[in-house]
């Protein structure tokens, strides 16, 4: 009876131990900072901001020559940021380390000709 005891609390150790580790390894999203990333000087020509608010809400101008305004919910997968806007019109990919955010202008929506804002642009 006690040998039976001992085998099914080490079963029991086990199972909770892979549960722990299984779930540990499905949370290595990044941590991404409820804040204002700028790219650029503010209030120049070649300014960028993406804002990030805690209903995982997203604000994003790419260029202040828009009137267009980014709006939308963003989830996190790994280290990549995905904003998708409201309208559903658009969706934007970034590249996150925690502390700063690299634009991915190749699987993000088409910007419009006048928006200066490159590939690898980096938001801080």
């Known amino acids: 009876m006690k040998k039976y005891m001992t085998i099914g609390v080490i079963a029991l150790l086990v199972i909770v131990a892979a549960l722990f580790f299984t779930w540990n390894s499905q949370n290595d999203d990044v941590r991404l900072e409820l804040r204002t990333y700028n790219h650029g000087e ?3 020509i070649n300014w960028a901001y993406i804002s990030f608010q805690e209903d995982n809400g997203f604000q994003f101008t790419y260029s202040l020559l828009s009137s ?9 997968e790994g280290n990549e940021v995905y904003c ?3 309208d559903g019109e658009n969706e934007y990919v970034f590249v ?3 502390k ?3 634009f991915d202008r190749d699987r993000s929506s ?4 006048y928006a ?5 642009a980096v938001f801080e």
Request: aromatic share 10%; net charge negative; hydrophobic share 25%.
């Open 116 to 120: 200066t804002l490159e590939e690898n």
């Open 84 to 86: 998708k806007t409201d």
């Open 42 to 44: 503010p209030y120049s």
């Open 110 to 113: 088409k910007l419009p000709e």
């Open 96 to 98: 996150s380390d925690g």
């Open 100 to 102: 700063t955010l690299i």
């Open 68 to 76: 267009y305004l980014a709006i939308g919910k963003y989830t996190v």
